[in-house]
Structures are given as structure tokens and as C-alpha cells.
């Protein structure tokens, strides 16, 4: 966060050449900006800000932060994902008193962003995009900054696990259905069949996420 307060500007010279000073949050006016879609979070240690001569003011602290999101899994497990980071604040309106701009621009947030995002787990970061805009609440409006996040899922752990052997059990059901085997002998084979599909059915099942209004293609068919 960046910010300038005129109030507090001076001139280094008459200060032993004194040109920035730290202090702590809690003794100094901060823009108070919250998460909307927070669930969980850890708050930092880092409660310091740094104030300039001219009366800029910075303060870089961490956040680990809980977020919920609308999840599409259709076309699980090839499905992307869009979460959003809105940043607001209900304490000062937009049109007189508090306005939220982004200093850099989404291309750098992103390049950014890729840095950070160094692990190699089920998901694949793929986009950043900013929107700012005026939240209108009670008649009030009050400056927004969203951060959509674009996300893809990796599918290659799920193409081993379920649907290669879901598609190599079907392709033996139909070898053994039109082979020159005996009924009995059929019979036996498709009972154990059914016994496999139940146990991938049962491993799709643990494995499909539940938050959608519409069940994925490969837990229906």
C-alpha cells in the first residue's frame, strides 16, 4: 500500500538530514482495506509502515488468506477456474475521501505473480486481470480493486487414475461380450467388471469436488 499525506511532509534539512522514518501502524493513519471474499487468514507480524519526507508513505505486509470462490467443475477434470480478490473500504467514501488505484500495470502483477507461484501442485496459474470500480451501498459509493485470478486444473493425475482404467474396463467388457467364450464364463468376467467400476466409481466419487450447481461429465456417464 501507498499513500501521501500532505500533513505530514518536512524538510530533511532542518531534521539532521533526516529523510524517512518507521513507525508502527497503530500510531499513524493507514487506509483500512478489507477482503471481501475473506474466509480465513493469518495476519502479519509486520505492523511497520514507512513514512517519506514529502509525506509518502509505504507499508509491505505479508498476507495468508482463505478465499471462497464459485467452482465450475463441468468439465472436470479439463476445468478452469476464475476466483476473485476484491479489496475494499466501507469507512471512507470513494466520490470524497478514499479512491483505490493500482500502480502497476495487470501484465506486471502477472509477471510478478508467476515468481511467487512456485509450487507444482493440481493447479496451473494462468491469468491476473485488475478491475476497479464504485461499489454503490446505502446510497454510497465506495472504490473496489478486484484481482480475478484464472486458474487450470492439471489433469494428468486423473487421466491415469480414473479415466484410463474406466476406459480400459469397458473396452475388455466389450472384447469379452463378443468373444467366442462360453455364457457361464461371461458371466463370471462381468460380475468382476461391475466389481471394478464399483471400486472406480467409489475413487471418483472421494476424488470429484461437491461445490457445484452442475455434476461433472465423467461422474455422470
Known sequence: QEWRNPFAAWDPRDFCNISEIVLPMDTYWSPPVFILERVNGQNPELNYMVLMHNGSSNSARPYQVTLTCSLVILKFPFDTQMCNLSMVSF???AVTDFVMKTRRTPAEMMKDSESFFLTDGEWKFTN????????????????????VISMERRPTLYILNL??????LYLLDMAVLFGPSSLEEKIN???AIILGSSMLAVILNNSLPTSSNKPPIIGTY
Not at 128 to 147: Q, R
Not at 163 to 168: F, H, M, S, V, Y
Open 91 to 93: 469507512l471512507y467514501p
Open 163 to 168: 479415466i484410463l482404467p474406466t476406459c480400459a
Open 189 to 191: 468376467f462381468q460380475i
Open 128 to 147: 491476473l486481470s485488475i478491475i476497479e470500480y464504485t461499489e454503490i451501498v446505502d446510497d454510497k459509493g465506495f472504490s473496489v480493486v478486484t484481482c
